[in-house]
């Protein structure tokens, strides 16, 4: 079973930066694709970036430019660097990863097997 655990969430002030993490239960962004949803208060959980095993990517065009997907070289964590960070960025965080057609960086949630339970972004003004 693979668990995922996030961290790095926190308030942070519009324009500034944040750096999330997803520690996964083994080296399985070799071989899974990964990705990272947001949920803010009151609407539906949305993509956000995904990554593949070969280094693809995929942005929701809202973080386009701001924000990078990225894996450790150990293949056990996947990290999401935020920058110049929007009051509408505002939500939590949720980390997911799939090992179905892991060549795709894939954006719907029914992508995805394994989910953690998720990090709090604030930004206030």
Same mark, same amino acid.
């Given at each position: 079973? *693979?668990?995922? *655990?996030?961290?790095?969430?926190g308030l942070v002030q519009a324009g500034g930066s944040l750096r999330l993490s997803c520690a996964a239960s083994g080296r399985i962004f070799s071989t899974h694709r990964a990705a990272w949803f947001r949920q803010a208060p009151g609407k539906e959980r949305e993509f956000v970036a995904a990554i593949t095993p =070969?280094?693809? $990517?995929?942005? $929701?065009? =809202? *973080?386009?430019?701001?924000?990078a997907i990225s894996t450790d070289n150990a293949k056990n964590t996947v990290v999401l660097q935020m920058y110049s960070l929007k009051p509408e960025d505002a939500a939590a965080y949720y980390c997911a990863a799939s090992g179905r057609g892991s060549w795709l960086p894939l954006a719907a949630r029914s992508d995805y097997q394994y989910w953690g339970g998720g990090t709090q972004v604030t930004v206030s003004l």
């Open positions: 079973q *693979v668990q995922l *655990v996030e961290s790095g969430g =070969s280094g693809s $990517t995929n942005y $929701t065009d =809202s *973080v386009k430019g701001r924000f």
